[in-house]
């Protein structure tokens, strides 16, 4: 997702972190991470002032996603001065949610139909759903999907609509044997009618369909975690999201 958005995107693997860096305005496409499981204590530091440090070189910011699940007990209780002493602020948390769900009726919604994303009118109603949905500006969000081929064909990018308005929308692609579920919004003054779940379950219909795969996996944030729990989804670790501390 990250070299579609430019092929001149910073994509490493360095020992012990990953770096997934567009320097796009949409700050979902500009990642680092850490990589090692059962991290200890004595070597979350500098990888957390490592990461920081690829941070500041960049224009744009962006995350540092931090899977709790890869490190060790005492890590876990050194992280939040570690963080800190890199020069990283904590700003939200999310899970890492996976499951063997696939696959799933074919969904349906009384209010709904389901429009599969092919042209770039479809892409920016995609865009500036999650841009309203998660507070970015539109531009943002539009910096982030604008004439993407891949959006358009490799994601099974789906629109919820309710009339001519779309109102929610979710995707999947297949990844390392997976399908994994991206950009799940739902525009405010549609939420709580059940619309991300259904126009997700589609998402995730279509694209177990096409693949055949069978398992699923996601990052959910807080309010979208309870509606996965409903589809089959089950945690497997928290993550934080961190950013550079100004």
């Not at 990589?35 to 744009?60: F, P, Q, S, Y």
């Not at 009618?193 to 379950?201: D, S």
């Not at 729990?229 to 950013?243: A, D, E, K, V």
Request: glycine share 8%; hydrophobic share 45%; proline share 6%.
């Amino acid at each position: 997702m990250v070299l579609d958005r430019t092929p001149d995107a910073d994509v490493r693997d360095l020992p012990g972190i990953a770096v997934r860096w567009a320097d796009s305005r949409f700050a979902f496409w500009n990642c680092v991470t850490l990589t090692t499981a059962d991290l200890t204590e004595d070597v979350l530091a500098g990888r957390l002032a490592e990461a920081a440090a690829v941070m500041r070189t960049k224009e744009r910011p962006g995350f540092l996603w931090l899977f709790e699940g890869l490190l060790d007990e005492d890590a876990r209780a050194a992280l939040p001065a570690a963080a800190e002493r890199a020069g990283l602020q904590y700003l939200f948390p999310a899970t890492g949610m996976a499951g063997n769900i696939l696959p799933l009726p074919e969904p349906r919604h009384p209010d709904l139909t389901f429009v599969r994303v092919t042209d770039d009118d479809q892409l920016r109603a995609y865009a500036d759903l999650n841009s309203r949905a998660y507070g970015f500006p539109l531009d943002d969000g539009r910096d982030g999907l604008h004439g993407s081929a891949l959006w358009k064909d490799g994601v099974h990018a789906y629109l919820a609509m309710r009339g001519d308005t779309p109102v929610a929308c979710a995707g999947t692609i297949e990844a390392d044997g997976r399908l994994f579920v991206a950009l799940v919004a739902t525009a405010p003054e549609w939420q709580r009618r059940g619309y991300g779940e259904a126009v997700t379950r589609k998402a995730l219909y279509e694209g177990a369909r096409a693949t055949g795969l069978t398992r699923a996996t996601l990052h959910a944030t807080e309010a979208g975690a309870p509606v996965y729990l409903r589809i089959g989804f089950r945690p497997n670790s928290p993550i934080r999201f961190y950013g550079l501390r100004d």
